[in-house]
Nanobody
């Protein structure tokens, strides 16, 4: 069993930055691949970024490439999402997720555990 707690969300103006954190409890955090997803109001949840268990391979949605960076610190059982150049369309609830497997994935079905989410609001 893995529990995830996201933090770092908030209100920011367009062009600003935020760093989200996702702290995981439970053992063997370092063997899991991690992902960030988001859900805007009235929209389906969508993929944002993912990385493998070592943090060596990453994958990003086209809409965030060059602006967002996903990373992890296995010693702290934490995964991060650094978000720069935020846009109003980045607004939503951001969720972190963990799952078994090797490669970073945009497929929500491969992730077993999910956090409760943290709200990010970008004003224009």
């Amino acid at each position: 069993q893995v529990q995830l707690v996201e933090s770092g969300g908030g209100l920011v103006q367009a062009g600003g930055s935020l760093t989200l954190s996702c702290a995981a409890s439970g053992r063997l955090f370092s063997v899991y691949r991690m992902g960030w997803f988001r859900q805007g109001q009235g929209k389906e949840r969508e993929f944002v970024a993912a990385l493998d268990s070592r943090g060596a391979n990453t994958r990003y949605a086209d809409s965030v490439k060059g602006r967002f960076t996903i990373s992890r610190d296995n010693d702290k059982n934490t995964v991060y999402l650094q978000m720069n150049g935020l846009k109003p369309e980045d607004t939503g609830v951001y969720y972190c997720a963990v799952g078994g497997g090797l490669w970073p994935s945009a497929n929500q079905d491969v992730y077993t555990y999910w956090g409760q989410g943290t709200q990010v609001t970008v004003s224009s």
